[in-house]
């Protein structure tokens, strides 16, 4: 098996099947009640400089289930609005003996001039503009192969605002890996090729129907600037959105996923959020038992848990 136990978690690029088995086999012990012992007091924070609510609350209910002291960090009140970059805002958590550091910042790859700097501190990306998103994409991974025990040759259509989103970056590349077979729908404006490099472009009625898991994407109003003007909800739902008609197309086994927040008229029919084959919060619950996986994973690297802990998972 490669070595799942990194000091920093900040892409799934450099992922292999044998590090997302591990991670989820992991998250599954806490979910059944697992716990680590430290070798040391632990402390960590989580820097958002970007709204959220699922992510953000869920890292921070991992490290304090974990016995991680969670130092409170406020965007808009911090040194960064001084003018400090974010190098030396975590080199000042470093020099106070801060262990990990989870971040969310709006600049794809902020995380490369922090591995440039060889840093102590752990970097976590908790997401990075457009780019990635490690954490959301692994607690994806861990609901599929609880509903299906594999990814071979599962088709996984992904639907809606593809351009500007890392959750959709980061499953594509992932499930690719795995063995899954992807399949991407939405308007021509958030379509790129380069989305042809992971799987073929389909319609919304197409995917619905051929589909084991139909993966919803928020439409990101916050990243669409003057297109903002021109977005119609009602339009959109009925072109792209999973409506009811969509529902009763899909496969008997196929599940509905989707990173919320939820835009419910949306992407998808507000009843169908918690329909029979949704797993929208099935995946928040195990978005918690993930980062536990993670963060665990970065304390072993570190020598604060002990690898022993957690040996034989695999």
Same mark, same amino acid.
């Given at each position: ?27 599954? *012990?806490?979910?059944? /009640?697992?716990? $680590?012992? %430290?070798?040391? !007091? ?6 958002? &400089? =970007? ?123 992932? *499930?690719?890996?795995? /063995?899954?077979? $992807?399949? %991407?729908?939405? !308007? ?6 380069? &989305? =042809? ?118």
């Amino acid at each position: 098996m490669t070595d799942s136990y990194k000091h920093d978690l900040v892409t799934v690029a450099d992922m292999d099947e044998d590090q997302v088995l591990h991670k989820i086999k992991l998250a599954q *012990l806490f979910q059944r /009640g697992k716990t $680590v012992h %430290f070798n040391r !007091p632990t402390y960590a924070m989580n820097l958002f &400089f =970007e709204n959220s609510t699922r992510t953000h609350t869920s890292f921070e209910m991992a490290e304090r289930r974990l016995g991680i002291q969670v130092l409170q960090f406020n965007a808009g009140s911090s040194s960064v609005t001084k003018g400090e970059t974010l190098a030396d805002t975590i080199k000042t958590l470093q020099a106070i003996g801060v262990d990990i550091a989870v971040i969310r910042h709006p600049e794809n790859e902020y995380y490369r001039k922090l591995l440039d700097e060889n840093l102590k501190i752990s970097v976590v990306n908790g997401g990075d503009g457009s780019g990635q998103h490690p954490s959301q994409s692994l607690l994806d991974m861990m609901t599929i192969y609880q509903e299906f025990g594999t990814f071979k040759n599962l088709n996984v259509g992904i639907i809606g605002d593809l351009n500007h989103s890392r959750v959709a970056r980061s499953n594509m590349e992932l *499930l690719t890996k795995l /063995g899954a077979h $992807v399949s %991407f729908a939405g !308007p021509d404006q958030w379509y790129d090729q380069k &989305f =042809e490099d992971y799987g073929q472009r389909l319609t919304v009625d197409e995917l619905a129907k051929n589909s084991d898991i139909v993966m919803l994407l928020r439409v990101q109003k916050e990243r669409l600037g003057q297109e903002l003007a021109d977005f119609d909800a009602a339009s959109y739902h009925e072109q792209f959105g999973l409506t009811k008609d969509r529902y009763h197309t899909m496969k008997d086994h196929a599940i509905i996923m989707h990173p919320a927040p939820v835009n419910r008229g949306i992407e998808i029919d507000s009843d169908l959020v918690e329909a029979d084959k949704s797993r929208i919060f099935k995946q928040m619950t195990n978005g918690m038992y993930m980062r536990m996986a993670i963060l665990t994973d970065v304390l072993v690297n570190k020598g604060i848990v002990n690898k022993a802990e957690i040996e034989g998972i695999d």
